[in-house]
C-alpha cells in the first residue's frame, strides 16, 4: 500500500528557511513524478513545486519561484521542499503526492494519484 509522509513542517519568522520531507513506502517512486502543494485557511489548495522522477527537471509556481527548491532522493524514496525567505502568505498545511503511472511532473491537483496527511507551515510576521 502507497503511503506519504510529510515531515518537517512547523512555525519560523519570516524571512527564515524550513525544509520539508515527504518520504513514501510501499514501494519505489523512482519512476514517478512527485508534487507538492499548500492549502491555507479558506482557500483551495495550490500547486508549489513538482519534479519528475529522474529529479532532472523541476517545475515552480511563480510565488516560490527562487525562494523554495524541490528535489529528490530515489535511495531514500523521499522528496524534499526546500523554503527559505518565507512569508506570512506561506502559511498553509503543505501536501506531497504522486503520480503512480508517470515520470512526468504536473502542477495539477486531479493529475496526482496519492497524497499525504500534510504537514502544517507557520510564518510569522
Known amino acids: 500500500q502507497v503511503q506519504l509522509v510529510e515531515s518537517g513542517g512547523g512555525l519560523v519568522q519570516a524571512g527564515g528557511s524550513l525544509r520539508l520531507s515527504c518520504a513514501a513506502s510501499?514501494?519505489?517512486?523512482?519512476?514517478?513524478?512527485m508534487g507538492w502543494f499548500r492549502q491555507a485557511p479558506g482557500k483551495d489548495r495550490e500547486f508549489v513545486a513538482a519534479i519528475t522522477g529522474s529529479g532532472g527537471t523541476t517545475y515552480y509556481e511563480d510565488y516560490v519561484k527562487g525562494r523554495f527548491t524541490i528535489s529528490r532522493d530515489n535511495a531514500k524514496n523521499t522528496v524534499y521542499l526546500q523554503m527559505n525567505s518565507l512569508k506570512p502568505e506561506d502559511t498553509a498545511v503543505y501536501y506531497c503526492?504522486?503520480?503512480?503511472?508517470?515520470?512526468?511532473?504536473?502542477?495539477?491537483?486531479?493529475?496526482?494519484?496519492?497524497w499525504g496527511q500534510g504537514t502544517q507551515v507557520t510564518v510569522s510576521s
Open positions: 510501499g514501494r519505489s517512486f523512482a519512476y514517478n513524478a
Open positions: 503526492a504522486v503520480r503512480m503511472r508517470t515520470t512526468i511532473g504536473s502542477t495539477k491537483m486531479a493529475d496526482y494519484d496519492e
